[in-house]
């Protein structure tokens, strides 16, 4: 089946997807991702940056101005808000990147990926390391480790059974650990102390 991300954004079908999906403001760290693409001449050629969502007006044109600067058009790639079910949009993605600057809670978008097999490079920030076991259901990375950011997805492009593999136990764990039924049963307990 072919990834309608592709037909609908008029991708190189040879590229992989690394996307962000969610709202577009400073602490989500869209910057952090388009620094590493301006220095990974790599990723440049083997990958597409999608960003998906809408925010702040003044960001999103300083994050395009960027784009221009680092001469990444054409490999970065902002659809702005799409109508489509956030599943269906996560699962055209290769990779999740979610490169948050300061705090973040559970990180739905984060969840989802998981669950649907798409493995996740993640910021070591807030809530996100219960959820990840760094090296196994996702990668962990400090949101200011730009070479660190850069060496993990150049790795996770280069190597599709690193991106099954990673993208198995993340689904693996969310289903086990994270289920609704398990979350109920946790905030039960909680509650009855």
């Given at each position: 089946m072919t990834n309608h991300?592709?037909?609908?954004?008029?991708?190189?079908?040879?590229?992989?997807?690394?996307?962000?999906?969610?709202?577009?403001?400073?602490?989500?760290?869209?910057?952090?991702?388009?620094?590493?693409?301006?220095?990974?001449?790599?990723?440049?050629?083997?990958?597409?940056?999608?960003?998906?969502?809408?925010?702040?007006?003044?960001?999103?044109?300083?994050?395009?101005?960027?784009?221009?600067?680092?001469?990444?058009e054409g490999v970065v790639i902002f659809t702005g808000f799409m109508a489509e079910d956030s599943n269906a949009i996560i699962r055209g993605f290769d990779i999740l990147a979610m490169p948050t600057i300061d705090f973040e809670g559970f990180g739905y978008s984060m969840a989802e990926a998981m669950l649907a097999g798409i493995p996740v490079v993640a910021s070591k920030v807030g809530a996100i390391p219960e959820i990840i076991e760094n090296g196994v259901s996702g990668y962990l990375i400090s949101p200011d480790d730009i070479q660190g950011w850069r060496l993990r997805l150049e790795h996770m492009v280069r190597n599709e059974d690193?991106?099954?593999?990673?993208?198995?136990?993340?689904?693996?764990?969310?289903?086990?650990?994270?289920?609704?039924?398990?979350?109920?049963?946790?905030y039960y307990d909680f509650i009855s102390k």
């Open positions: 991300l592709y037909l609908i954004l008029a991708l190189e079908y040879n590229k992989i997807i690394i996307g962000m999906i969610g709202p577009i403001n400073a602490h989500k760290g869209h910057a952090t991702i388009l620094d590493v693409f301006h220095l990974s001449r790599d990723l440049k050629q083997t990958a597409h940056f999608v960003v998906v969502g809408s925010g702040s007006e003044v960001l999103t044109s300083e994050l395009k101005a960027k784009v221009r600067a680092c001469e990444l690193e991106r099954k593999k990673i993208g198995f136990n993340g689904q693996t764990r969310i289903a086990k650990q994270f289920s609704a039924k398990k979350m109920s049963q946790s």
